[in-house]
């Protein structure tokens, strides 16, 4: 980073990033770290490091090439916008984590969130928890669609409480939301009206005719459920273009020939509610969250054609692959063999 090079331009009004953070190893030479990485630059002195932190940017701190450099790892960045679209102080760290990841995108993408919507199916324990936390990770409108009424048994820190017991669930849920982001919209939102994602976090297997509604709309959806000693996510359903939740019923099939009959029997609803372990259940909707927040931020999540689960008491989560199947009509099969998907 010390050889400049006269046909690099600098990003204008370039400082260091707020979540970057600079530590001295010895005169002249300083160490920045964004997350888990780390740069050494060298020949800096003390009048260059205030310029870099002075939040100004109106004189180059470092030569153009490392500055450049810099930006496009990261560490440093234009002064932070304040627009509209972030302007909610609760967001901060949230911003700051983003930085950490996308740089000087981080911006854009907590405003992509600002704009997003998603709709979280089921009345389970992980159906409150995972939306309350897209609400808490920026996300604009999360609306939850659970039938019934609150049970103790659905109770969790973050999502409905005890005291909810006996009101409607999609009430209480939505009153977690506002709790955990006061500025979320957590007004009902039909599915025809296509939100950007749809969390199935339900306490049995995904009913077949939402299932294929949610195909005929080409809404993307994600499974997330949690039992008492087991939970997975996934997978991430990208209509006509990766494997569905039937290519992973009939990958299941080609393994077990009971399991049709099995399915029938897994969606009776138990008596009493489904087991669940509040602490795998928190967990579970974490990692639900985090594919979600990817795939609405337009990563790559681990979760398309896959799922993630851990199983107490090992504590690894593992990935599972769901591949499409040749039998299945849902069109990915056709699509990657054409080459229309990766």
């Known amino acids: 980073m010390q050889n400049p090079d006269p046909q690099v331009q600098p990003p204008p009004a370039t400082v260091l ?12 030479q300083i160490q920045l770290e964004l997350g888990t990485r780390r740069v050494i630059v060298d020949g800096i002195d003390q009048a260059a490091v205030r310029r870099l932190i002075a939040r100004r ?6 030569p153009a090439s490392a500055l450049q450099t ?3 790892t990261g560490f440093v960045a234009r002064p932070p916008r304040h627009d509209r679209a972030i302007n ?8 700051a984590a983003l930085r950490v990841q996308h740089g000087e995108r981080a911006d854009d993408v907590l405003a992509g969130r600002r704009s997003a919507s998603v709709t979280v199916v089921g009345a389970s324990r992980v159906a409150a928890l995972v939306a309350a936390l897209l609400a808490a990770a920026g996300v604009g409108h999360v609306a939850v669609s659970g039938s019934g009424d609150v049970r103790l048994h659905q109770a969790a820190p973050g ?7 006996g009101r409607r669930f999609t009430a209480a849920a939505a ?8 500025e979320c919209d957590a007004s009902p939102r039909p599915l025809h009206l296509r939100p950007d994602l749809v969390v199935l976090a339900t306490e049995a297997p995904v009913d077949t005719g939402l299932r294929e509604t949610l195909h005929a709309l080409g809404t993307a959806h994600l499974v997330a459920q949690a039992g008492p000693d087991h939970g997975a996510v996934g997978p991430l359903t990208l ?6 939740l039937r290519c992973a019923d009939l990958q299941r099939l080609d393994r077990d020939h009971a399991w049709s009959a099995l399915a029938v029997q897994l969606a009776i609803a138990p008596k009493y509610g489904a087991p669940s372990d509040v602490g795998l259940a928190t967990l579970v909707a974490g990692v639900a969250a985090l594919q979600a927040l990817a795939f609405l931020d337009g990563s790559d999540p681990a979760t398309i054609e896959g799922t993630l689960e851990i199983q107490l008491p090992d504590w690894r989560l593992r990935r599972r692959s769901w591949p499409p199947h040749p039998d299945c009509d849902c069109g990915a099969h056709v699509a990657q063999s054409a080459g229309w998907a990766q």
């Open 239 to 244: 209509p006509g273009v990766a494997s569905c």
């Open 88 to 95: 909610a102080p609760r967001l901060a760290a949230e911003l």
């Open 70 to 72: 810099l930006a496009v």
């Open 17 to 28: 990033s707020p979540s970057t953070r600079l530590l001295w190893r010895a005169a002249g």
């Open 175 to 182: 009153a977690a939301l506002t709790r955990a982001a006061p």
């Open 57 to 62: 940017g109106d004189e180059p701190a470092l």
């Open 159 to 165: 999502g409905v409480q005890p005291g909810d017991e």
